[in-house]
C-alpha cells in the first residue's frame, strides 16, 4: 500500500514516499558497500542524487503537462 492512499495531504505523501525511497536506497547501497568493499558516502550521493533527480523531473514534467492541459485535481 503506498503513502497516497493512506494519507490525505499531497505533500505529506509524496515527502513520505522520498523518505521511504532514501531509505531503501541507504539499505542497498549500505549491502553492495559491505559485500563489494567499496566507499559507502560516495555511493550513497550518487545513487540518491540520481533517483531524486528523475523523480523531481518527473514531478516537473507531471507539472507542466498538468498545467498545459489545464487538468486540475
Given amino acids: 500500500m503506498t503513502p497516497f492512499f493512506v494519507i490525505a495531504s499531497y505533500a505529506t505523501a509524496i515527502a513520505s514516499t522520498l523518505v ?42 507531471g507539472y507542466g503537462l498538468r498545467m498545459f492541459l489545464h487538468v486540475n485535481r
Avoid: C, H, N, W
Fill in 20 to 61: 521511504m525511497a532514501v531509505v531503501i536506497i541507504l539499505l542497498f547501497t549500505y549491502f553492495i558497500s559491505v559485500t563489494k568493499d567499496v566507499p559507502f558516502l560516495s555511493r550513497f550521493l550518487e545513487m540518491s542524487a540520481i533517483s531524486l533527480g528523475v523523480a523531481g523531473l518527473s514531478f516537473l514534467m
